[in-house]
């Protein structure tokens, strides 16, 4: 499947003569047309996320989630052997205790970019995923890692804890004793350990997980967007809470999108035998 991006959309962080760190590519090809690919773009610090690289990931994360023409998400890395570090500990190391707490917030809002994006979203993970960087691609809904990845929250190592929701995210994914074992350990996964263990969900060959992501993306995009989208949101609002009030959030998103013009246009393209052209509304 051809993958080459148009043009990107910067996602800068701190003005126009800074690096964008972030990038936002969208796809000329009719199967990918409907996908956004975040690619976070810090290679010589392994995208180690810094205070500027924080406020890219926000702002490119904004711009996709106010884009109705998009279905489906891949976050990806422009570095061949790291996905993302995690922190810039470097950038911490000069810190006060001020100026963590300052940034904290602005941390938050990366991390949260990732995980309130309203449409599908699949983390193509090649090389190293660590801390912070794993917590984006747990963010995900869906982890592709390529086999020579290692994925890991090996935060209680330097005296912090996961987060960027790490200690709540792989317990969801996991199980608590899965979990527990994994970030008390400060454990570094190889990506058949990761896929054994539920903490991503399909091993690839060594530097094709990005073009395996984009092929679900594709997929993915394929469908009804206003399906997609209150999906999403059905499972994710439901995850947490008993069966019955999850079968009520079911059942409003189901009233959402029962009465969309993309349920009539899915309708009658399965009983012309065609394929849907969704309205999206």
Same mark, same amino acid.
């Given at each position: 499947?051809?993958?080459?991006?148009?043009?990107?959309?910067?996602?800068?962080?701190?003005?126009?003569?800074?690096?964008?760190?972030?990038?936002?590519?969208?796809?000329?090809?009719?199967?990918?047309?409907?996908?956004?690919?975040?690619?976070?773009?810090?290679?010589?610090?392994?995208?180690?996320?810094?205070?500027?690289? !924080? #406020? $890219? +990931?926000?702002? *490119?994360?904004?711009?996709? &989630?106010?884009?109705?023409?998009?279905?489906?998400? @891949?976050?990806?890395?422009?570095?061949?052997?790291?996905?993302?570090?995690?922190?810039?500990?470097?950038?911490?190391?000069?810190?006060?205790?001020?100026?963590?707490?300052?940034?904290?917030?602005?941390?938050?809002?990366?991390?949260?970019?990732?995980?309130?994006?309203?449409?599908?979203?699949?983390?193509?993970?090649?090389?190293?995923?660590?801390?912070?960087?794993?917590?984006?691609?747990?963010?995900?809904?869906?982890?592709?890692?390529?086999?020579?990845?290692?994925?890991?929250?090996?935060?209680?190592?330097?005296?912090?804890?996961?987060?960027?929701?790490?200690?709540?995210?792989?317990?969801?994914?996991?199980?608590?004793?899965?979990? !527990? #074992? $994994? +970030?008390?350990? *400060?454990?570094?996964?190889? &990506?058949?350990?990761?896929?054994?263990?539920?903490? @991503?969900?399909?091993?690839?060959?060594?530097?094709?997980?990005?073009?395996?992501?984009?092929?679900?993306?594709?997929?993915?995009?394929?469908?009804?967007?206003?399906?997609?989208?209150?999906?999403?949101?059905?499972?994710?609002?439901?995850?947490?809470?008993?069966?019955?009030?999850?079968?009520?959030?079911?059942?409003?998103?189901?009233?959402?999108?029962?009465?969309?013009?993309?349920?009539?246009?899915?309708?009658?393209?399965?009983?012309?035998?065609?394929?849907?052209?969704?309205?999206?509304?």
């Amino acid at each position: 499947m051809p993958s080459t991006p148009t043009a990107p959309d910067a996602a800068a962080s701190e003005g126009a003569q800074q690096p964008a760190l972030v990038r936002v590519e969208r796809f000329e090809t009719p199967e990918l047309a409907h996908v956004a690919e975040i690619v976070l773009d810090r290679p010589e610090a392994m995208n180690a996320v810094s205070t500027a690289m !924080a #406020r $890219a +990931i926000t702002a *490119a994360t904004a711009q996709v &989630a106010a884009d109705e023409s998009v279905r489906c998400v @891949v976050l990806t890395s422009s570095h061949e052997r790291a996905f993302c570090v995690g922190a810039d500990l470097k950038e911490r190391n000069s810190f006060t205790d001020a100026d963590l707490m300052a940034q904290r917030p602005v941390a938050r809002a990366a991390y949260g970019g990732v995980l309130g994006l309203p449409v599908p979203a699949i983390a193509a993970v090649d090389g190293f995923a660590l801390g912070g960087g794993f917590e984006l691609a747990l963010s995900c809904d869906v982890v592709v890692a390529g086999e020579g990845a290692t994925v890991g929250l090996p935060e209680v190592g330097v005296g912090v804890i996961p987060g960027g929701g790490g200690t709540q995210l792989l317990v969801r994914r996991v199980g608590w004793s899965r979990a !527990a #074992r $994994a +970030i008390f350990s *400060a454990a570094r996964l190889p &990506a058949r350990e990761a896929l054994e263990l539920g903490a @991503v969900d399909e091993v690839v060959p060594a530097g094709t997980a990005r073009d395996r992501a984009l092929e679900l993306a594709a997929t993915i995009a394929a469908n009804s967007p206003v399906g997609l989208r209150s999906a999403k949101r059905a499972m994710r609002l439901g995850a947490d809470v008993d069966l019955a009030a999850g079968l009520e959030i079911e059942d409003a998103c189901w009233r959402a999108t029962a009465f969309s013009g993309d349920r009539r246009e899915g309708v009658a393209a399965f009983a012309e035998k065609r394929r849907p052209v969704w309205p999206g509304r």
